[in-house]
């Protein structure tokens, strides 16, 4: 009943299980309770979790959610710490995030931040189109002229700057028009467009 015993397994498989899975294949060194303690020198040592226990395993490649830390002393899979995270280069740079979310700069987003546009093939967050300020509002008219109606618009506008990293992605809108009122209803001389003289002789009936 002492302490427990190990099975040494060299480079090969020890025969005892956990589950539906064995649990020293790959192992250097194994617990029959605990699992895998050391791994053959190119596997991952991989502590998993299943309910109140524990058991080490040896694995060509790292879970969901880890990564491969080389060491002199083992390799281990070490958890990644980046929020909403599928896989990571390092501790602290995601490769790949979780469904629904953006990788950029490492860092997983449910939008890509300002400036940047979303890249939903691979689910990046790429560099998105860049405009300038936009411009004063223009000269208020209509049909070319600046007078002779009561209403009219009046338009700004803004430069591109910078093209966006793919052509698939849009820039923001870089003109906008809206109504405004002229500021001389009738042109100089008496000028007057053809729906106010058509309605001429009804206006002036009624000043009558």
Known sequence: MGAKKELECGV???????????????????????????????????????????YGECLHSCPSGYYGLRTPDMNRCSRCRIENCDSCFSRDFCTKCKTGFYSHRGRCFRGCPAGFAALEELMECVEGCEVGQWSEWGTCSRNNKTCGFKWGLETRTRQIVKKPAKDTIPCPTIAESRRCKMA?????????????MIMMPFLLESQA
């Open 184 to 196: 001389m209803r009738h042109c100089p001389g008496g000028e007057v467009d053809d729906q106010q």
């Open 12 to 54: 090969q498989m020890c025969e005892a299980n956990y589950g539906p899975n064995p649990i020293c294949k790959g192992c250097l060194s194994c617990s029959k309770d605990n699992g895998c303690i050391r791994c053959q020198h190119k596997l991952f040592f991989f502590l998993r979790r299943e309910g109140m226990r524990q």
